[in-house]
């Protein structure tokens, strides 16, 4: 009997790197998670994950196939196969694909989970039949991934996709990246959390969210609060929506794409989301686009979303190669 | 001998429509032209045009061979060969490649002016040798071609590209599309007219261009001021590259082109606008795209690009199929 060909799928997150071996139809045969150290260098990561993976792989040898090792890692460059100044790890700048290439000779891909998302998305979610779609992943920060005429934008220094980026407003919210008013103050787990705050500031709405420290605030909570019919937390998503439904118009008008897919912490509160913020896509969209682009939520399983778009970067590949 | 192949590359305006024979080199044998009549519908300008291009290539048929028919007009849709509700013209909505069909055989291909721009910089102009990269077209809107892994960016529906309709303020100016804000009521040769004009209504600062009226006014004259020191002009000219610099930057940042061409009207001012929309797009620039994409005027000699990027539609055709 030919064994069952499977990818690796390596999600490296600032707490926890998770992988998994997956197959040509996203099945997901194995996964697990190893703790990543963020204050360690990427080869110490790397070693503990490779000895790893081959003492869980030797259960599977007899029916499985490994073809190929894809990286969902932040700043990653595909081009390059480096990671470069990622800001929750001590890693500094890193050539990952040769540190991979020691442990095997497998192919191997890297990009950012947000462009691993995309990918993910074309060969086994929500984009299937797509050739040109935008996923949006709302979590901590606002990642994209870009997809046109069925190929990943990579840009020509291979760091495309960072409509977290864009400036909503040049005086608006302090960001991360050292700027004012990017996109991802405002639309993103953080960014709503960031509103709530703002709005507790701002107004006199009665709200149960007044009773928690911003520390401890969750996306969950405000969405939990909003569905309990909590007026500042509703408001904080319209605002998020307004905001996020703008940008989009923005996207579309530059791009033109078949679908907007959004994934992430915030993703998950639905409707709560994905309602007002295709209402206002609408509202701000160039008449020429108006009722065109559907705004949909990721079809990959949220748990094993990450790992599943790190081995479609390999899959992907192949499927270039038949092409 | 065996004879020069050259394609027909036509630009139709408001007012006029151009044409011109152009050889794979992008030498152009012949130009001319005729009124466009805008209230007439698109059967008639073709009917006129072809009579036209049939009598003159008579003068150069034993020396040269057509190829191809390539098309820029307003609102072109390349996948369906159609003209959607054209602003200027009276066309509503019509296929001109079926119209073409009557007239040759030739193999022919539409898009919109900036879509043929951004093609004649690749296969003529300043971008031979990118495959990532934006044109610009400052003219009366603006119109972007955005070209990405070496193909032109026709998005879902074939009308992808338009940057000028991105919203720098979504209660700013009135823009033409009927929303407000629009980049291109402030970053076009129409937008530095009216921001003088707010200026002259906003500031007390001196400026001979308070004896001029809004309808005479052209970019040029505004160019010919900041030139001369005119300070309300040099505001001006200040004012529409921080705006346009704000949103190259996102634009960069989506999708991390090599290079931004500007072409058109408000493009040859050079230097006045050049310089400072590459300092603000600089300076509003995430940190990982800063010093690595250069803004450059079109490498397109202005009378005719309009032609050349029309011709290029055809080359860039034949260019696919060899590869």
Known sequence: MSKTKVAIGIDVGGTNTVFGFVDHEGTLIYESSIPTNANEKADLLFDRLFKKVDEEFKKFSARYELIG????APNANYYKGTVEQPPNLNWGYVNVLEIVKKYSPLPSAITNDANAAAIGEMIFGAAKEMKNFIV???GTGLGSGIVINGELVYGADGFAGEVGHT????????CGCGRKGCLETYASATGIRRTVF???????????LRNV??????????ADAANSGDKLALEAFDYTARILGLKL???VACLSPEAIILFGGLALAGDLIIEPTKRYMEEYMLNIFKNKVKIIPSALPGGSAAI???SALIWNELEKHRR
Chains 1, 2 share one sequence.
């Open 136 to 138: 949006i992943t709302l």
């Open 198 to 208: 703002e709005f507790i500031g701002t107004t006199t709405t009665p709200s149960e």
């Open 213 to 222: 420290n911003f520390n401890d605030l969750t996306a969950k909570e405000i």
């Open 167 to 174: 400036i909503v407003d040049s005086n608006g919210r302090e």
């Open 249 to 251: 118009a923005d996207t």
């Open 69 to 72: 090792i894809g990286i969902g």
């Open 308 to 310: 599943l778009g790190a």
